[in-house]
């Protein structure tokens, strides 16, 4: 009795795991691209295989063969789009690097990013990898992991996700990391219109003057000065809107 209920657990953790790994390749933190794959792959292993006394439950595992592999694609495809949600608001940190390195006339200083493989800006970089490194340090990457636990109660296997809840979560999601991208580079927006709005005057004042070569190394020394300032309220934003994304998936 007990090797005939073997092939229908390892169909429930192949369904378990089919969630469970898409949404820690694509978590805050640990789902980062310079974390090797096979590490993030033997995590999502591991914590599969922990949640599926506790997932059990939830999935009714069809008697089908085709019905099988629906409910496969279907947890494939609520694991995207709940890492998806998490993965548009971690960009807000990019977003806020770009208008912060056109703040500072930085913009063309570029360099590859880690996390992304893409080439950003250095500000915009800086502030990725740190934003990653607080996630760890403030223990969010365990909020994570509840809510991984709790997407089974949020959407609970069964069928294909419904595409209006999805596309909604998907625009609010999309909505919030713009704002938080502009609330963490407000400082910058400030510092750009004053700064900007001097140098007219000036111009205006002494027409003589290069304000072209005098304008970029200031900006760039009054940019770094206010990114010294602020970057610690920046990052404590940014921790607190995304702990209050993933503490509305865990219900908590």
Do not use: W
Not at 54 to 82: C, D, F, H
Not at 126 to 149: E, N, P, Q, R
Not at 169 to 176: G, H, I
Request: aromatic content about 6%; glycine content about 12%.
């Amino acid at each position: 009795m007990q090797i005939a209920i073997l092939p229908e657990i390892s169909a429930l953790f192949v369904l378990v795991f089919a969630r469970v790994g898409t949404l820690v390749m694509l978590m805050p933190g640990i789902g980062e691209r310079f974390i090797l794959s096979r590490a993030r792959l033997s995590l999502a292993f591991f914590v599969a295989l922990v949640m599926l006394p506790m997932a059990r439950s939830t999935i009714t595992l069809p008697s089908e063969p085709a019905a099988v592999g629906g409910l496969l694609i279907s947890e494939i495809l609520i694991g995207l789009a709940l890492g998806s949600c998490v993965r548009l608001l971690m960009g807000a940190l990019q977003t806020a690097g770009l208008i912060v390195a056109q703040t500072m006339g930085l913009g063309f200083a570029m360099t590859v990013d880690p996390s992304g493989g893409m080439q950003n800006p250095s500000i915009g970089n800086f502030l990725s990898m740190l934003g990653i490194t607080l996630i760890l340090a403030s223990d969010l990457h365990h909020v994570a992991l509840v809510a991984i636990h709790e997407s089974y109660r949020l959407l609970p296997p069964g069928g294909f996700p419904d595409v209006g809840d999805v596309l909604g979560l998907a625009v609010k999601a999309m909505s919030r990391g713009f704002a938080l991208a502009v609330q963490i580079s407000a400082p910058f927006i400030v510092f750009g219109l004053l700064f900007n709005l001097g140098l007219g005057v000036l111009a205006r004042l002494m027409p003589q003057m290069q304000v072209f070569f005098l304008a970029i190394p200031a900006s760039i020394l009054g940019g770094m000065l206010v990114l010294l300032a602020a970057v610690g309220v920046m990052m404590g934003v940014f921790l607190e809107d995304l702990g209050a994304f993933l503490r509305q998936l865990t219900g908590i």
